[in-house]
């Protein structure tokens, strides 16, 4: 049940606009510009959907109506019946490409967030940030916000789960304040560099000063950034079992698929939630979801690869692993982006024009790769479909919150490993610095030992127990538009240092076996910084404050 209580008013007021007001997954009957404005916001806060609604939406955006109180029933009926006859007696399943619907999925695990995210076409989701907001808020039951998955709390290893998950909670709590204040010491705001957020100049204390509305924002925006660093360091305390909301708009067909995956999933958290789902989406697309069932195929398949490459819990990963592995890429790289480049604009085959290309000089090659991609601006000046002939695969080895940000990538093929502790983990080096060192390392150990109890009974549940801090295997293999793409957002100064310290490295071994491609990737950053996320921060603040006037609205 949702932990929020609505009183008689609100429960009228939000009654128009939601599938159900009591449950934890729901549906959204909004126009569908609000309901992404809706999810875009809800990401960021410690609130519920439907209160974010209540208190930020509905009185405050006059467009917002609610939708009509009965559509036609007769039209209703007959649309019904052709998607019935199409999609269900026909199998025509472009038809399901069609319909859509926005599903909120509040208080899951992390676990089960990676699984539906894994589904990449036809899904969108948004998930609640671990930058933005705390996880040591306590429900009625004096619990912290995890999973209680319930083979393991039915089990011998019960109070074994129950102490890990509290204490590594208690950790990230008590050690919040103190990290914020260490990073105020440690970065004071009269060093940081400030540019404005309007003209991009570099602004100097007297600059600040003299502005009490730029001092102001100036200020707003250091605190949001030093407590975002802080929630970015103690995140590696967060179980995988820890509690989050993910908001998605898919397509009939994609949430169809979706659904029978989880169906056929070895955790009941998916099966549940299958379940679930499929309630609310029979309320706003049923003839999209009528197949959607458990399948043998998925599941016997997942139990016959699984016993392949069975292994002990105990298994410790003990040989140095690199973190960034190259495995394969295209040593024909440039005549194949060279010849894609061509195609469109002549009428001669792909091998005529590879063979002409194999031949040009490297002058020649320059030129003609300056006119597709010299251009570039910014790094929303995308590269063209050409990037798209060239592939690399990678083997990386990564903590889980790592991992996280990285996953979100979909137009890229990636699998990944179960979470264990088998490959160790990673501190932050501000935890030990500031002398939390040695209580990370027994709430890790503690961790570990209990992984290693339920996995003897529950290898798959084991999973919930395994702190962010540790470290995960998975392939990417990806194309050069996509990787470029990837490398351009991902080394920006307000990205995770985590994160932008592997994209930099994957980028450095594809420049090494294609440096002249990887010129054109020239929005990459390879600087490293102290509270990068600063000046994105100020401008988010101007843009509050009005400061900033939106392009769009043409004043």
Same mark, same amino acid.
């Given at each position: 049940?949702?932990?929020?209580?609505?009183?008689?008013?609100?429960?009228?007021?939000?009654?128009?606009?939601?599938?159900?007001?009591?449950?934890?997954?729901?549906?959204?009957?909004?126009?569908?510009?609000?309901?992404?404005?809706?999810?875009?916001?809800?990401?960021?806060?410690?609130?519920?959907?439907?209160?974010?609604?209540?208190?930020?939406?509905?009185?405050?955006?006059?467009?917002?109506?609610?939708?009509?109180?009965?559509?036609?029933?007769?039209?209703?009926?007959?649309?019904?019946?052709?998607?019935?006859?199409?999609?269900?007696?026909?199998?025509?399943?472009?038809?399901?490409?069609?319909?859509?619907?926005?599903?909120?999925?509040?208080?899951?695990?992390?676990?089960?967030?990676?699984?539906?995210?894994?589904?990449?076409?036809?899904?969108?989701?948004?998930?609640?940030?671990?930058?933005?907001?705390?996880?040591?808020?306590?429900?009625?039951?004096?619990?912290?916000?995890?999973?209680?998955?319930?083979?393991?709390?039915?089990?011998?290893?019960?109070?074994?789960?129950?102490?890990?998950?509290?204490?590594?909670?208690?950790?990230?709590?008590?050690?919040?304040?103190?990290?914020?204040?260490?990073?105020?010491?440690?970065?004071?705001?009269?060093?940081?560099?400030?540019?404005?957020?309007?003209?991009?100049?570099?602004?100097?204390?007297?600059?600040?000063?003299?502005?009490?509305?730029?001092?102001?924002?100036?200020?707003?925006?250091?605190?949001?950034?030093?407590?975002?660093?802080?929630?970015?360091?103690?995140?590696?305390?967060?179980?995988?079992?820890?509690?989050?909301?993910?908001?998605?708009?898919?397509?009939?067909?994609?949430?169809?698929?979706?659904?029978?995956?989880?169906?056929?999933?070895?955790?009941?958290?998916?099966?549940?939630?299958?379940?679930?789902?499929?309630?609310?989406?029979?309320?706003?697309?049923?003839?999209?979801?009528?197949?959607?069932?458990?399948?043998?195929?998925?599941?016997?398949?997942?139990?016959?690869?699984?016993?392949?490459?069975?292994?002990?819990?105990?298994?410790?990963?003990?040989? %140095?692993?690199?973190?960034?592995?190259?495995? $394969?890429?295209?040593? *024909? /790289?440039?005549?194949? =982006?060279?010849? +894609?480049?061509?195609?469109?604009?002549?009428?001669?085959?792909?091998?005529?024009?590879?063979?002409?290309?194999?031949?040009?000089?490297?002058?020649?090659?320059?030129?003609?790769?300056?006119?597709?991609?010299?251009?570039?601006?910014?790094?929303?000046?995308?590269?063209?479909?050409?990037?798209?002939?060239?592939?690399?695969?990678?083997?990386?080895?990564?903590?889980?919150?790592?991992?996280?940000?990285?996953?979100?990538?979909?137009?890229?093929?990636?699998?990944?490993?179960?979470?264990?502790?088998?490959?160790?983990?990673?501190?932050?080096?501000?935890?030990?610095?500031?002398?939390?060192?040695?209580?990370?390392?027994?709430?890790?150990?503690?961790?570990? %030992?209990?992984?290693?109890?339920?996995?003897? $009974?529950?290898?798959? *549940? /084991?999973?919930?127990? =395994?702190?962010? +801090?540790?470290?995960?295997?998975?392939?990417?293999?990806?194309?050069?538009?996509?990787?470029?793409?990837?490398?351009?957002?991902?080394?920006?100064?307000?990205?995770?240092?985590?994160?932008?310290?592997?994209?930099?490295?994957?980028?450095?071994?594809?420049?090494?076996?294609?440096?002249?491609?990887?010129?054109?990737?020239?929005?990459?950053?390879?600087?490293?910084?102290?509270?990068?996320?600063?000046?994105?921060?100020?401008?988010?603040?101007?843009?509050?404050?009005?400061?900033?006037?939106?392009?769009?609205?043409?004043?």
């Amino acid at each position: 049940m949702s932990d929020d209580s609505f009183t008689t008013r609100e429960r009228e007021r939000l009654a128009p606009f939601f599938t159900n007001l009591d449950r934890d997954i729901f549906g959204l009957k909004l126009p569908q510009e609000v309901a992404g404005a809706l999810f875009s916001r809800y990401s960021r806060s410690a609130k519920n959907l439907r209160r974010v609604f209540l208190d930020e939406f509905l009185g405050e955006m006059g467009t917002i109506h609610a939708p009509a109180s009965a559509p036609d029933a007769a039209a209703l009926k007959k649309a019904r019946a052709f998607y019935d006859r199409v999609l269900v007696g026909y199998g025509d399943d472009s038809v399901a490409q069609l319909g859509g619907a926005h599903i909120a999925c509040e208080r899951i695990s992390n676990l089960a967030a990676k699984l539906i995210e894994d589904s990449r076409i036809g899904i969108a989701p948004l998930e609640k940030s671990t930058r933005y907001v705390r996880f040591d808020k306590k429900d009625p039951q004096d619990d912290y916000p995890f999973y209680k998955e319930p083979c393991i709390m039915a089990s011998r290893h019960a109070s074994h789960y129950q102490e890990a998950m509290t204490l590594l909670f208690d950790a990230y709590a008590r050690q919040m304040d103190p990290v914020i204040e260490y990073i105020q010491k440690r970065l004071p705001i009269h060093e940081m560099s400030f540019k404005h957020p309007r003209s991009g100049e570099t602004l100097n204390d007297q600059d600040i000063e003299r502005d009490p509305e730029l001092a102001k924002w100036a200020q707003t925006a250091y605190r949001s950034t030093i407590r975002a660093h802080a929630c970015d360091l103690l995140r590696a305390y967060l179980p995988v079992s820890t509690k989050t909301n993910v908001g998605l708009f898919g397509t009939g067909q994609a949430f169809e698929y979706l659904l029978t995956k989880l169906y056929s999933h070895p955790l009941t958290e998916m099966k549940q939630l299958a379940e679930q789902m499929h309630a609310e989406l029979n309320q706003l697309i049923p003839s999209f979801v009528k197949r959607a069932r458990p399948s043998e195929y998925l599941s016997e398949t997942y139990q016959a690869t699984r016993r392949l490459s069975q292994q002990p819990a105990t298994d410790r990963n003990t040989t %140095a692993a690199e973190a960034v592995a190259l495995l $394969d890429y295209d040593a *024909e /790289a440039e005549e194949r =982006v060279l010849s +894609a480049i061509l195609y469109p604009h002549t009428r001669r085959s792909l091998a005529q024009i590879r063979a002409e290309v194999k031949h040009w000089s490297p002058e020649h090659r320059r030129e003609a790769l300056n006119d597709y991609l010299g251009r570039r601006r910014h790094r929303r000046d995308k590269p063209g479909r050409a990037f798209e002939q060239v592939y690399y695969t990678f083997d990386l080895l990564g903590n889980i919150g790592m991992y996280r940000d990285l996953h979100r990538h979909r137009i890229l093929s990636q699998e990944r490993q179960d979470f264990t502790v088998a490959h160790g983990y990673e501190t932050p080096k501000e935890l030990r610095e500031i002398g939390f060192g040695e209580e990370f390392d027994r709430c890790m150990a503690q961790a570990a %030992a209990v992984y290693d109890r339920i996995y003897a $009974d529950f290898p798959h *549940e /084991a999973q919930y127990v =395994v702190p962010f +801090a540790y470290r995960v295997r998975w392939y990417m293999k990806l194309n050069l538009r996509e990787l470029v793409h990837m490398a351009e957002l991902r080394t920006m100064p307000q990205g995770h240092s985590d994160y932008r310290s592997m994209v930099q490295e994957i980028c450095r071994q594809v420049e090494a076996v294609h440096p002249t491609l990887l010129h054109y990737a020239q929005f990459i950053d390879w600087n490293d910084y102290d509270l990068g996320r600063l000046q994105s921060e100020m401008r988010t603040e101007y843009k509050k404050s009005g400061l900033i006037q939106d392009p769009s609205s043409g004043s």
